[in-house]
């Protein structure tokens, strides 16, 4: 919880100059009493009243204080929003080991069908848009709410060699900034802090590997939390070696062959079929997304599946002082009416 107005908690001030007056009055009160002989007289005739019942209504008094002092300073919750008005970005990596068959028939097309689901489930609601990643990153749907044209582009999606992960993020954010004007493009230096809106729209990163060349992921996942854009990753694929098959129709000029074992390198010796788990972590920390692993069709639909939830709240600060306002009237109301109804209690009636 932040303040709009710190400064205004000097308020709360009031609550010890309160309870000193009182102190002092009761002080007074007592040099003023009138001296009785009989102790077992007055407390027969005083109501039966425990001590700590005496001081409910100077203990609801000053919480009532003490919370209205505090709404004084307007203060801000941070609070789950649904929005209507929500981009999705998501890239799908197309490197060769896509065509990994450890997963039935291979991954591309597992792939595949869970986006063209994930798709259809939207359908009304947030705007998506496509981008396809291996050496190079591409746009290959700017946000749009045609589900038929996004189907018919992830249908289309062929495989092709390396994994710019880090490059697939900075050409999501460049196609959000493109539909969303609260979004500055990658070519505006933007610098972020804790105090950086969150914004309705969020990047989806689905891929098998580790970054391979281009634009570090760390570096990409910097550039989308300094524009307030959650990025969520999906790391998909087992580690167990198999066959590299794909169908004729996932391949870009017969670059990956039938048959052989998914073995590809790298640059710098890395095994592209080794998911860089703790770089996607890490992409998803940064940016207050979050990460999943699938290993088969069933976990890769359900990370999928899950994410529109997440995806379409955002976090909004909203002004908490009516409600501080509320509070505190409720128990300075409460103290004034248990003090005036057990003041009527102990005053004797007339004969």
């Known amino acids: 919880m ?25 002080r007074r009160r007592r040099r003023g009493a009138v001296q009785v002989t009989s102790i077992a007289l007055v407390r027969q005739a005083a109501p039966g009243r425990g001590r700590w019942t005496r001081r409910i209504p ?7 204080l003490v919370v209205i002092g505090v709404g004084a300073a307007r203060p801000q919750g941070s609070v789950p929003v649904a929005s209507n008005a929500t981009t999705i970005l998501l890239a799908v990596d197309v490197s060769s080991s896509m065509c ?3 997963v039935d028939p291979n991954r591309l097309t597992v792939a595949q069908d869970a986006a063209k689901a994930f798709v259809k489930d939207q359908a009304g609601g947030a705007k998506i848009g496509l981008v396809a990643f291996a050496g190079v990153a591409g746009l290959l749907v700017p946000p749009t709410d045609d589900t038929d044209k996004l189907v018919d582009a992830i249908d289309g999606l062929t495989t092709t060699h390396g994994t710019a992960i ?3 993020i900075l050409t999501s954010i460049d196609a959000i900034a493109e539909v969303d004007p609260s979004v500055p493009s990658t070519a505006v230096d933007v610098t972020g802090g804790e105090d950086v809106a969150q914004a309705a729209d969020a990047i989806v990163v689905l891929t098998d590997g580790a970054n391979s060349q281009g634009v570090d992921p760390a570096t990409a996942a910097d550039e989308a939390a300094a524009r307030g854009l959650r990025v969520y990753t999906i790391g998909f694929g087992t580690t167990t070696p198999a066959q590299m098959v794909c169908s004729p129709d996932q391949l870009q000029g017969g670059t990956v062959g039938r048959g052989g074992y998914g073995s590809a390198i790298g640059r710098g010796g890395a095994n592209l079929l080794l998911i860089d788990e703790d770089a996607l972590q890490q992409v998803a920390d940064t940016t207050g997304g979050k990460y999943f692993r699938a290993e088969n069709a069933d976990q890769l639909d359900d990370a999928l599946g899950g994410l529109p939830s997440t995806i379409t709240v955002v976090h909004k600060d909203v002004d908490l002082a009516a409600w501080f306002a509320a509070v505190g009237a409720l128990l300075i109301a409460a103290a004034i009416g248990l003090s005036l109804w057990w003041n009527r209690v102990r005053t004797p009636r007339a004969a």
Do not use: E
């Not at 932040?2 to 009761?26: D, E, G, I, Q, Y």
């Not at 100077?58 to 009532?64: H, P, Q």
């Open 2 to 26: 932040s303040f709009a107005w710190p400064w205004a908690l000097a308020a709360l001030l009031v609550v010890p100059l309160v309870l000193l007056l009182a102190w002092w009055l009761r």
């Open 58 to 64: 100077a203990a609801l008094l000053v919480a009532g």
């Open 166 to 168: 880090g490059q697939a």
């Open 100 to 102: 990994a068959t450890d």
